[in-house]
């Protein structure tokens, strides 16, 4: 049983519009979140993370929005560059546990 | 160091082979995990180390699988008798602390084949 999600499996931008990757996640202890993104034959690289006690982080071009109630959190990218196109992850932990849960990625494709 | 260094990048290996992979974590990092990727982009989590103790082996097949974080060298992951399906990219990440609220840095990867 997944608990971690991402429905989509890809995604096209336009170049300098607004990229947005949806995560949801379906045990309501998980406590911290973080989301990855992947080049081809490279590690994940870490991104952007959130708390379970905050709604909203933000970093540069990134942000990250977490709607406990519905179980749900999205990536914001603004705006989006070609360098960005990777796969990105979320995950997600239990409290009292670094056993992160991946999502199965989904692949952005910033067009030019 | 300042990354996680894992080694090999690419290693092959005949069906009923051994397989070791090594891992040197982030300087100052106490925390070592190692993940499975396999198909469709699926991380399963094997085992993680509080220095040279196993803190979570949930994730690690036990018949085959064995891992190791002793002091002052590489962790390792070990793979006795390969099978096809242990074909996957093996990632190995670091982390300062060992509860969630901290961020965990992946190595490259070591991309395992069993031919």
């Known amino acids: 049983d997944q608990q971690v999600k991402q429905n989509s499996p890809s995604l096209s931008v336009q170049e300098g519009r607004i990229s947005i990757l949806n995560c949801d996640y379906t045990?309501?202890?998980?406590?911290?979140f973080l989301w990855y993104k992947k080049y081809p034959a490279e590690g994940p690289t870490f991104l952007i993370s959130?708390?379970?006690?905050?709604d909203k982080n933000e970093d540069g071009r990134f942000t990250v929005f977490l709607n406990k109630s519905a179980k749900h959190l999205s990536l914001h990218i603004v705006p989006s560059q070609p360098g960005d196109s990777a796969v990105y992850f979320c995950?997600?932990?239990?409290?009292?546990?670094?056993?992160?849960?991946f999502g199965t990625g989904t692949r952005l494709k910033v067009l030019a | 160091g300042e990354e996680v260094a894992q080694t090999p990048k690419h290693l092959v290996r005949g069906e009923g082979q051994k397989a070791k992979l090594y891992c040197a974590p982030i300087?100052?990092?106490?925390?070592v995990f190692w993940y499975q990727q396999v198909l469709k982009n699926e991380f399963k989590f094997l085992i993680s180390?509080?220095?040279?103790?196993?803190?979570?082996e949930t994730g690690m097949p036990k018949e085959r699988f064995s891992a190791k974080c002793l002091p002052n060298s590489p962790c390792s992951l070990e793979i006795q008798a390969t099978k096809l399906e242990d074909s996957a990219v093996y990632f190995c990440?670091?982390?300062?602390?060992?509860?969630?609220?901290?961020?965990?840095?992946f190595g490259e990867g070591s991309w395992l084949t069993v031919v």
């Open positions: 959130i708390s379970s006690i905050k």
């Open positions: 045990n309501s202890m998980f406590d911290y």
């Open positions: 995950a997600a932990a239990p409290p009292g546990t670094y056993k992160y849960i």
């Open positions: 990440a670091s982390s300062q602390s060992g509860f969630s609220g901290n961020t965990i840095y």
């Open positions: 180390f509080q220095n040279e103790n196993v803190f979570d």
């Open positions: 300087k100052g990092h106490s925390y």
